[in-house]
């Protein structure tokens, strides 16, 4: 099967051309996200996981076991579609089941790899990922409110890292400061995103075939020559030709980054 090729517009280093896209509004939405939806299926997941440790040690418990593994993927696929906020879905292949049963169904819906990495990302590494999906929303916000301090500095008269902002001047002066650092921010940001969805795509996505180098190797004609010149001929290799997946930047539909 042809893997689709991956969209890769030309991407700009400029922070300036970054802010004036959606990139960072995008990257925003995929990142605000995760601190509610990785939070609901971090506490879902774990109940799940407990749940059939305890259940599990009854004959009757056994169809809540397969229940809770059912649970355990939805989260994950919830997951793996939220990606579509940033890029396309991340791809995923379950096994089927190699025999019909509830023990056949318990093996292989929790023993398996697939199961074990869907664990891993929605348990494991859930802390660092909040973790870095906070901070970077953090370091966005902060030089909005810098920008809008001119809109409602009259209304409290905050004070802005120990500086009472009590009149325009000091507002205009501190929305320049916000203006300047947004720049970087917007750049943070959508690294952080990319971040976040490439450990997404390595964990939950299928997993990698180990041997499949030296399948593609078998598949090759062997060391033959060239009958005319005496050189190594050519080899031609039957494995479709497509883009490898990008891991430092977003697709961006329809925008000239």
Known sequence: MT????RRPPVSR????????????????????????GSGMFAVTAAAVLGSVVVGQ??????LVVGAAWIVRGCAQLERGRALLVDRPIPHSYPELARPGLAAQIRTRWTGPVALRDCAYLLLLYPPLLALDAAALVAWLAPLAGISLPLWYWTV?????????????AALLFMAAGLALSLFAARLLVLAAALH??????????????LAEVRRMLMEPGPLTDWRTG???????????????????????????
């Open 3 to 6: 893997t689709p090729p991956v």
């Open 14 to 37: 400029n922070p300036l051309r970054v802010l004036m896209t959606a990139a960072p509004w995008r990257a925003c939405g995929y990142l605000a996200s995760y601190l509610v939806l």
């Open 58 to 63: 009854l004959t009757l418990g056994l169809p």
């Open 157 to 169: 008269h905050p004070r802005v890292l120990g500086i009472r902002v009590g009149n325009p001047l």
């Open 197 to 210: 969805l490439t450990v997404a795509r390595a964990v939950l996505g299928p997993p990698r075939d180990p």
């Open 231 to 257: 050189a190594p001929a050519r080899r031609q290799s039957f494995e479709p030709e497509f883009e490898p997946e990008f891991v430092s930047e977003f697709a961006w539909e329809g925008e000239g980054v």
